[in-house]
């Protein structure tokens, strides 16, 4: 079984003034095998997930004897879920290379190839978004995820359904609707357009909201979920029937698979979406979205265009990414030296 060496952390932003930053894992094994995580840092900067990683996690990693990649749950514990993730997934990368296992293949994957979807952002001008919708329809995606906001979302809505009659088109509200009768008048005439799902429509702990309106329309709702009892919650208030699946969210692959295992058995439906701007966050994605209640179109792979830090990039072709079933891991070599290269930030912990 492998132990644990080393801990290193890098604080990484895209080259070139490209706004997105993560801070990557790499934990290092006493055989010489590493194993890679990734943690998007969101708006309020990196500092909970770098400082649990540097004076919690990563101390009591080291020495750890990985029987099973679920042994590092206890020091997944000690951080923030963006933390936990990186943690967890760089867990189960090194145990699976010193294993010689495909990642998908050691949390169960049965799919051999992911059908993939996009996700587009508002723009001022419909003309503009309607053009995006058509470059990833283009592009084989057969699924949209549209982010709506109060006083702009049936517009929008209604212009790509005109243009886009078969399209799956999910509405994702950001939390930013209340139960006000002008809010569920809105809401109501979203589902009146046949989109797949309405995704957080109200603040994430109101699952008694989420409830009354899933009774109220046909479309699913997928409200926000980032553990294991919100998920049994919101299954048991029938506040939803569809799973946004983030490890980022839920602290982690191990989690991830648990919360997968019973969204499926409850009937929901369920997609995946990767984080992270350096492809090590949706290569773990990809690996999680082949498991069989994974029924939708998931937000995997890269956008193209950019640097690619693994290798091969994780790249939709046609709509679909196929999942690496005969390279140990992630599936995918990591470019260390450039990501050592571009850290602005560097932490190692050794045994």
């Known amino acids: 079984m492998p132990q644990i060496h080393g801990c290193d952390a890098f604080r990484v932003a895209m080259p070139r003034g490209r706004r997105p930053e993560s801070v ?8 010489g ?30 020495g750890l004897e990985l029987e099973r990649p679920e042994d590092v749950s206890a020091a997944a514990e000690l951080g923030c879920p963006g ?35 996009a996700r587009i952002t508002p723009e001022p001008l419909l003309e503009t ?44 509200a950001g939390h930013a609707y209340r139960e006000t009768p002008e809010h569920l008048a809105v809401l109501e005439g979203l ?37 294991l009892d919100t ?19 839920m602290g982690g692959l191990t989690a991830a698979r648990s919360a997968h295992d019973l969204a499926y058995a409850a009937g929901w439906d369920v997609w995946c979406t990767g984080t992270g701007a350096f492809g090590i966050g949706q290569a773990a994605a990809v690996a999680l979205a ?14 193209a265009g950019g640097p690619a830090f693994v290798s091969p990039p994780v790249r939709s072709s046609g709509g679909v990414v196929g999942v ?6 992630l599936g995918h070599e990591i470019d260390e030296a450039r990501i050592e290269r571009l850290a602005s930030r560097r932490l190692s912990i050794p045994a």
Request: hydrophobic share 45%.
């Open 24 to 31: 990557l894992v790499r934990l290092r094994g006493q055989d």
């Open 33 to 62: 095998t590493v194993g890679w995580g990734e943690a998007a840092v969101a708006s309020g900067g990196p500092r909970p997930v770098w400082t649990d990683i540097e004076e919690r996690m990563g101390p009591a990693l080291i």
């Open 83 to 117: 933390a936990a993730a990186a943690i967890d997934t760089a867990c189960w990368d090194l145990w699976c290379r010193a294993k010689g296992m495909p990642l998908a293949h050691a949390l169960g994957g049965t799919r051999t190839s992911i059908v993939t979807g």
């Open 129 to 172: 978004v309607v053009g995006r919708v058509n470059q990833a329809v283009g592009a084989g995606h057969t699924r949209v995820t549209l982010d709506v906001r109060p006083g702009w979302d049936i517009e929008p809505v209604r212009a790509i359904r005109q243009a886009f009659p078969a399209l799956a088109l999910v509405a994702d």
């Open 191 to 227: 589902d009146a357009y046949g989109i797949l799902a309405i995704e957080r429509p109200f603040p994430a702990g109101d699952l008694a909201a989420h409830a009354r309106l899933q009774h109220r329309i046909g479309a699913a709702i997928a409200p926000a979920v980032g553990d």
């Open 231 to 249: 998920l049994q919650a919101a299954i048991s208030l029938e506040a939803g029937r569809v799973l946004d699946l983030r490890a980022s969210a």
């Open 290 to 303: 082949a498991l069989p209640g994974v029924t939708l179109p998931s937000e995997v792979s890269d956008p």
């Open 324 to 329: 690496p079933y005969t390279q140990a891991g």
